[in-house]
């Protein structure tokens, strides 16, 4: 869904009711906040791919199904989308580990909580934007 964009699905995917529980305490609800949370994410990395690593699943005693996802997102930082922290655009490659955990309850998923590595994607970006300012020597050359 997301590596395709294709966004409209999510209502397909999700209850109409989904929490979803992400970095920085961030609180969601509903399909149209996920919705959102995923086109901020791709606006900020338009070629964006997720790339699974482990999958695992067990019944839940609340019904249903809980399903673990660890995964890897690459892409290149080409836009601002819904990550303001991160600053102006850089054009550079960055790599994120992150995990995933869905409630899956009537075929849909009634909670999401995902974690990434946000220091490490901050890091990467601000050592991109350091690489491509002038040194203090280039600055006192001129």
């Known amino acids: 869904m997301f590596n395709k964009k294709m966004f409209g699905k999510i209502r397909e995917v999700y209850a ?32 964006a791919a997720f790339a699974p690593q482990h999958i695992c699943s067990t019944p839940c005693n609340e019904g249903g199904t809980k399903v673990a996802v660890r995964w890897v997102m690459e892409g290149h930082h080409l836009g601002f989308g819904g990550l303001d922290s991160l600053g102006d655009p850089t054009g550079k490659r960055v790599q994120v580990m992150g995990m995933s955990h869905y409630h899956y309850k009537d075929g849909k998923i009634v909670d999401e909580w995902t974690v990434f590595d946000e220091l490490s994607l901050l890091v990467q970006i601000k050592l991109a934007q350091m690489a491509d300012a002038p040194s203090a020597s280039d600055a006192l050359d001129k």
């Open 16 to 47: 109409p009711t989904v929490m979803y529980h992400g970095p920085l305490m961030k609180e969601l609800y509903g399909t149209t906040s996920v919705s959102h949370q995923a086109i901020g994410l791709v606006g900020a990395f338009p070629d």
